[in-house]
């Protein structure tokens, strides 16, 4: 197994990559991807939305290289989920750790998109605050600015989730894109911001430093990350997407077992915290992935519930369980 790490976003605009993902994918991309000549696992490309750690289980699994002899997977990140998804869409991409919503959004628009497994089932993003803030509660935030990732991120939509719950109207908010790392903890400190959605391992590293408190934290299940391919790649390359989640298993299932072995994987991250915190962030992270990566429809229903309450889905294109997910795919309990 062969692992290949590249960084497409980071290398320019968003625009610009996507523009040049769809452009190899026209020409071929120069190289394939897939099962062998003689049906064997062969390649993968997998993209993710990087400097977080809501995809664990993969980035575990790639660190470690947890993936079956002869798969070699290529390592691809992006600045944002919606330039994956068309990256994956123009077929520069085989598979994409991407969320349901893009699933949703992308089978109402006639693409043979699907989630073949689940890696996070738990809402990723908190709602953090400065030590010294009048902020207490959700509803301290009403009228006021709030800063999430970007706007349309899945942290907007968590926040939306929020104020819902405390019948805050999101419209009385003025929510700026503050990013995420030091740009999100500035502007909470400087009160650039009154809160801002903040995920692991930075919201273990800003409230272990004192000077940051936490307002709110889901409670609710939601299919936040899982592996997104398109039905046709999957039907044609079968060894390679089972070899693939067999390593995402096989890394969930040996992170579980040794949290210890886990935080090492991922201090290949190479995320500007303690260790003392990513051991805390990587034991939170391990609650959030499905037993045997399966996501339930339980689960995919607080999803869709959710999105539909905040009106960030129509009820009427909430689609059956069956549509929007294949677990066929992944490995099978012993």
């Known amino acids: 197994m062969r692992i290949h790490k590249n960084n497409l976003s980071r290398a320019g605009h968003g625009t610009a990559v996507v523009a040049l993902a769809l452009a190899l994918a026209a020409c071929g991309s120069g190289s394939s991807s897939g099962d062998t000549a003689d049906g064997k696992a062969g390649t993968v490309r997998v993209a993710m939305v990087c400097g977080g750690m809501t995809p664990m289980a993969a980035q575990i699994a790639i660190n470690a290289n947890t993936f079956p002899d002869g798969l070699e997977v290529k390592k691809v990140c992006f600045d944002s989920g919606s330039d994956a998804m068309q990256a994956l869409i123009g077929g520069s991409l085989d598979i994409f750790m991407g969320s349901t919503e893009h699933v949703l959004s992308t089978r109402a628009q006639g693409l043979d998109t699907r989630g073949f497994a689940g890696v996070n089932v738990r809402a990723p993003y908190a709602l953090l605050t400065s030590a010294d803030s009048n902020i207490e509660s959700v509803a301290d935030i009403e009228g006021e600015t709030v800063g999430v990732t970007s706007p349309g991120s899945l942290a907007d939509t968590e926040l939306k989730i929020a104020a819902s719950e405390e019948d805050i ?94 935080v090492e994987a991922m201090k290949k991250e190479k995320f500007p915290v303690s260790d003392e915190v990513l051991a805390d962030a990587v034991q939170r992270g391990l609650t959030t992935i499905p037993d045997g990566l399966a996501v339930s429809e339980s689960v995919y229903e607080s999803t869709t519930q959710n999105l539909v309450a905040v009106g960030a889905l129509d009820e009427a294109d909430v689609l059956p369980f069956d549509e929007v997910f294949d677990l066929a795919y992944i490995p099978k309990a012993p």
């Open 169 to 262: 109207d999101y419209a009385s908010l003025k929510v700026i894109g503050a990013g995420s790392g030091a740009t999100m903890a500035s502007a909470i400190k400087q009160g650039q911001v009154a809160a801002g959605m903040v995920s692991e391992p930075q919201r273990s590293e800003l409230l272990s430093s004192g000077d940051y408190r936490q307002v709110w934290e889901p409670e609710f299940e939601y299919a936040a990350i899982i592996a997104v391919a398109k039905d046709d790649w999957v039907s044609k390359n079968e060894k390679s997407m089972r070899a693939f989640l067999e390593g995402l298993n096989e890394a969930a299932t040996k992170a579980e077992g040794d949290p210890s072995w886990g």
